[in-house]
């Protein structure tokens, strides 16, 4: 099995589309893709476990009401036997002040105020009965009237309620799916650059795929054969192996955008990756220190096979310098070369690939 570097660059940057969008809810390209495939029953499950959620919360509501009736009904009772109590009580309190005789004036004129505030207080508490009681039932009440409301209300709009229930978490995963839906390019792309990692890691050990490879320049490139000047490259996969590099870009691309895209922008995208790849391989300070045997280098470099990889329909078009594959024909056309370099060799030219695109940044002059 090849040996592997990097994520695949589709699938970093859909991470990173997906995070800025507050998407955090898959961790996999197949959840995604999963979550594409099943919106419409997803959408009806929602629907349903609300639906069921406010049927639910209906049947709550009903046992609620009737265990507060019951409660309000028992609070009530408590209340007025308290009051009465204490009424009664204040009646008797009266009654013994009454039986007793003052001789003294002094305690007469005090027994008369007692005998008026008691008079007073049963005058209050039987005036703020129907009050007093009021208030103490009065939460259990309000809450009564809060449920019933909501009671009557799921009973005779039912459709209503679950619209209601549904609002916010329906429009979350229409969110999600508009936002996905933009990042479709994106997912086709990682869904066939995943395809051609499977299909390279069936290589021996002896060859190293890096994913990704990505880099700028302190100073623009000049490219002679495009007249142009190459400030950054980026290709989805560079392959090592005996017979030597294989910088390869990956296009899931459907019949009808073949009919409808150009190759020429990835012909040309590849082409300008080869010249700067071969340019800092085979420079004299990548000779030195990549320690290439002689009879393997001088005179002869080492050689950058440009291939584009169609996951689906391969088109007819055919391209100098720039082989055009299918899947199914990627390992026979690498498998074809004569191996060139001996495992350190390759080993050594891979390690110096992983350090420029860890570096992210070349200084050149």
Same mark, same amino acid.
């Given at each position: 099995?090849?040996?592997? *570097? !990097?994520?695949?660059?589709?699938?970093?940057?859909?991470?990173?589309?997906?995070?800025?969008?507050?998407?955090?809810?898959?961790?996999?390209?197949?959840?995604?893709?999963?979550?594409?495939?099943?919106?419409?029953?997803?959408?009806?499950?929602?629907?349903?476990?609300?639906?069921?959620?406010?049927?639910?919360?209906?049947?709550?509501?009903?046992?609620?009401?009737? +265990?507060?009736?019951?409660?309000?009904?028992?609070?009530?009772?408590?209340?007025?036997?308290?009051?009465?109590?204490?009424?009664?009580?204040?009646?008797?309190?009266?009654?013994?002040?009454?039986?007793?005789?003052?001789?003294?004036?002094?305690?007469?004129?005090?027994?008369?105020?007692?005998?008026?505030?008691? =008079?007073?207080?049963?005058?209050?508490?039987?005036?703020?009965?129907?009050?007093?009681?009021?208030?103490?039932?009065?939460?259990?009440?309000?809450? @009564?009237?809060?449920?019933?409301?909501?009671?009557?209300?799921?009973?005779? !709009?039912?459709?209503?309620?679950?619209?209601?229930?549904?609002?916010?978490?329906?429009?979350?995963? /229409?969110?999600?799916?508009?936002?996905?839906?933009?990042?479709?390019?994106?997912?086709?792309?990682?869904?066939?650059? #995943? %395809?051609?990692?499977?299909?390279?890691? !069936?290589?021996?050990?002896?060859?190293?795929?890096?994913?990704?490879?990505?880099?700028?320049? +302190?100073?623009?490139?000049?490219?002679?054969?495009?007249?142009? @000047?190459?400030?950054?490259? #980026?290709?989805?996969?560079?392959?090592?192996?005996?017979?030597?590099?294989?910088?390869? /870009?990956?296009? !899931?691309? &459907?019949?009808?955008?073949?009919?409808?895209?150009?190759?020429? &922008?990835?012909?040309?995208?590849?082409?300008?990756?080869?010249?700067?790849?071969? %340019?800092?391989?085979?420079?004299?300070?990548?000779?030195?220190?990549?320690?290439?045997?002689?009879?393997?280098?001088?005179?002869?470099?080492?050689?950058? =096979?440009?291939?584009?990889?169609?996951?689906?329909?391969?088109?007819?078009?055919?391209?100098? @310098?720039? %082989?055009?594959?299918?899947?199914?024909?990627?390992?026979? *056309?690498?498998?074809?070369?004569?191996?060139?370099? &001996?495992?350190? /060799?390759?080993?050594?030219?891979?390690?110096?690939?992983?350090?420029?695109?860890?570096?992210?940044?070349?200084?050149?002059?």
């Amino acid at each position: 099995m090849s040996k592997t *570097y !990097n994520k695949i660059g589709s699938l970093t940057t859909l991470k990173l589309h997906l995070k800025e969008r507050n998407i955090d809810d898959f961790k996999s390209l197949k959840e995604v893709m999963d979550f594409q495939s099943s919106y419409t029953t997803l959408r009806q499950e929602l629907i349903l476990h609300h639906e069921n959620l406010i049927e639910q919360e209906k049947n709550t509501l009903k046992a609620e009401l009737q +265990s507060l009736d019951n409660l309000i009904d028992i609070q009530r009772q408590q209340a007025e036997r308290i009051l009465k109590d204490e009424i009664n009580e204040l009646k008797r309190q009266l009654s013994r002040l009454t039986n007793q005789t003052q001789t003294n004036f002094f305690h007469r004129l005090a027994g008369d105020f007692r005998h008026w505030n008691y =008079k007073r207080k049963i005058q209050l508490k039987e005036q703020g009965f129907d009050n007093n009681v009021k208030n103490s039932i009065s939460r259990l009440v309000d809450s @009564y009237k809060v449920k019933s409301n909501r009671y009557q209300f799921i009973s005779s !709009n039912t459709g209503a309620a679950v619209t209601q229930s549904v609002k916010y978490p329906l429009s979350e995963l /229409e969110r999600k799916k508009s936002a996905i839906d933009r990042l479709n390019s994106f997912i086709y792309g990682a869904l066939g650059e #995943q %395809k051609v990692v499977k299909t390279l890691e !069936n290589l021996s050990d002896e060859y190293y795929l890096i994913n990704d490879f990505d880099i700028s320049f +302190s100073s623009a490139i000049y490219y002679r054969q495009g007249n142009d @000047y190459i400030k950054s490259v #980026q290709i989805d996969h560079i392959l090592v192996g005996p017979s030597g590099i294989f910088l390869i /870009e990956t296009k !899931n691309w &459907s019949k009808k955008s073949l009919e409808n895209v150009s190759l020429h &922008s990835p012909v040309q995208q590849i082409r300008r990756t080869s010249f700067v790849l071969f %340019k800092l391989l085979n420079n004299e300070m990548s000779n030195d220190h990549l320690c290439i045997d002689r009879h393997h280098w001088g005179d002869i470099k080492i050689p950058v =096979k440009n291939l584009i990889v169609f996951t689906g329909t391969k088109p007819k078009e055919e391209f100098q @310098y720039v %082989k055009i594959l299918t899947l199914n024909e990627l390992l026979e *056309y690498v498998n074809y070369f004569t191996p060139t370099f &001996s495992g350190d /060799e390759t080993k050594r030219i891979a390690d110096f690939i992983l350090r420029i695109n860890k570096q992210k940044v070349i200084q050149t002059r």
